[in-house]
């Protein structure tokens, strides 16, 4: 197990909303919802075969970037990742999601 970024370029299909998404090496959620699936162990390794949907749970602003939170629904771990600009946090933050 590796403790060092992997860069993993994958398109997939979003569990929690069917949106299409096109990876890009360091996408781990969904741009539409704003879910993920928690499958690496450290990022981009696809090492945990937890595979729980990761529900966004927060988003923190610090330095003028946002990160996102969210927590697994099968083993509820929490995990951090920093957002992409085609995220769709407008939704998220209105409270629509």
Known sequence: MSSTF???IENFT???CGAEVIGNGYTDH???CLWGLHVDDFPGDRANPCL?????????LAKGDYTLSY???KCH????NKTAP?????KYLTGML
């Open 6 to 8: 992997k860069r993993t």
């Open 86 to 90: 085609d995220d769709e946090l407008n």
């Open 14 to 16: 979003c569990a929690h």
């Open 77 to 80: 771990i929490i995990k951090t």
């Open 52 to 60: 729980g949907l990761m529900k966004p749970i927060g988003v923190d």
């Open 71 to 73: 927590q697994c629904e």
């Open 30 to 32: 969904c741009p539409k």
